[in-house]
């Protein structure tokens, strides 16, 4: 009794699964949430710490929302560039292929 039904019904947990799996989740850190999104004529008066670039999953099977994927670069570069003492990051380049590059500031 191993019909194509079966089969489906067999392996649908398996592949919720693995399509869940690749979903990610980011959450902003304590210390992320101190930093803040800014423009570049924010942060005129603050020193740049470095260039940080984050990394995401843009698809998932399918490709997926990209606002979703814009939020989650933004919680990742904020998460980074508290670890590293910044306090303001502005974004250098749009998101491209689940990535984006940003500019991490100490500001006053």
Known sequence: MNTLATRIIR???????LLLGGCAFVSLTDAGANVRQSSAEDV??????ATISSQ????????RNSGKVREELIVLARNRA???????????????????????????
């Open 82 to 108: 508290a670890e590293i003492g910044a306090n303001a990051i502005v974004p250098v380049a749009e998101q491209r292929n689940g990535s984006q590059d940003f500019s991490a500031y100490s500001c006053p």
């Open 56 to 63: 995401t999953k843009d698809t998932v099977v399918l490709d």
């Open 11 to 17: 392996a649908t947990p398996a592949l919720s699964a």
């Open 44 to 49: 005129s008066q603050c020193k740049l710490v």
